[in-house]
């Protein structure tokens, strides 16, 4: 019932910086855990980043530590990834996700998908 529409994504040099954002159409968001997922060419689908329900925890994959911050404002339904330091490697698409539950890794433990959106960084 949730639907999720993202925004954010393009081109950058490496070293460079984006913000994705994915707004929520229902008000069902502000119980979903959120998470960002990456999937690049010929890869499986790769977790990134997850936030609870409140905001205030959040876990992220060993690639991105450090370097990615994920963060929610529920009064706008709106979840956002803040990539720093990119790289080449990061060059996926990427996807937010909505599940019941929070702080998961996996895809199969979210139940809504937002469309995606292409994050390439040039070397």
């Known amino acids: 019932q949730v639907q999720l529409v993202e925004s954010g994504g393009g081109l950058v040099q490496a070293g460079g910086s984006l913000r994705l954002s994915c707004a929520a159409s229902?008000?069902?968001?502000?119980?979903?855990?959120m998470g960002w997922f990456r999937q690049a060419p010929g890869k499986e689908r790769e977790f990134v980043a997850c936030i609870s329900r409140s905001g205030l925890y959040t876990l992220y994959s060993d690639s991105v530590t450090g370097r990615f911050t994920t963060s929610r404002d529920n009064a706008k339904n709106t979840v956002y990834l803040q990539m720093d330091s990119l790289s080449p490697a990061d060059t996926a698409v990427y996807y937010c996700?909505?599940?019941?539950?929070?702080?998961?890794?996996?895809?199969?433990?979210?139940?809504?998908w937002g469309q995606g959106t292409q994050v390439t960084v040039s070397s």
């Open positions: 996700a909505a599940s019941s539950a929070n702080l998961r890794r996996g895809p199969s433990e979210y139940d809504y």
């Open positions: 229902e008000r069902t968001f502000r119980s979903s855990g």
